[in-house]
């Protein structure tokens, strides 16, 4: 079921969004969450809040989304350096609770590890999630089975576009594959927040509120969940007809 909050900027979008993880972060809560453009002006407001209203993440724990498989966890691009630099290294989270996928050594146990660890966690609260153009969560492209766990994706050649932004060149340094909760994992979150601004998200937004479950559009899948809130600017929500 969506809840769909339309806003006109990124600046509401990120303040809109502040107020539903609020609302979640309390002692024991398991957070689980995403990188990319689209969360960052929710991590300010987070780091804000925690600053002038003493807002503690000492006994809150953290599962990220996904991490680019190569990367070592101190390369400036890992998920691992993002989410440190983003959020982590101004709360007063403790090192130990902070959960992001591993892209080195044995993935694929890995993989299997981290969807235990978060089933032993008791699952996550909140899920944030960005979208890919592509309609991907997580980095579980077009395609990925919709009962499929944390495993190694492939990045489809659209993302890896979208994310050469932050490397030097296309074919040599933007990773090619990624370790990220699947669909299954992300179903399994209590609740989700979804954040997506901009028109090049406009397609994905559509084909997830409006269009088929289909494995073509992995977001599509949220369709089925009990508590879904998706928060939009004009831009990303352009293209509905329904809402
Ligand atoms: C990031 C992630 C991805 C991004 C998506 C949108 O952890 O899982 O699904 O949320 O690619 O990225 P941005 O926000 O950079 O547009």
Redesign the pocket.
Known sequence: MFKVIRVKNYEELSKEAFKVMRACVKPGAVLGL??????IGLYKEMIKDHKENGTSYAEVSTY???EYVGLPLNHRES?YTFMHTNLFNELDIKEENIHVPSGLGDIEKKCVEYDEAVAKAGGVDIQL????SDG????SEPGTPFDQGTHVAVLAES?RI?NQRFFNDLNETTPTQAC?MGPKTIMTAKKILLVANGVN?ADAIKAMLEGPVTEDCPASILQRHADVTVIIDEAAGSKLTKY
């Open positions: 995403a990188t990319g453009s689209s969360p990220n989304l996904d998920y999630l960005g979208i890919g991907h969560i997580g980095f993302t979208d990220t998200k």
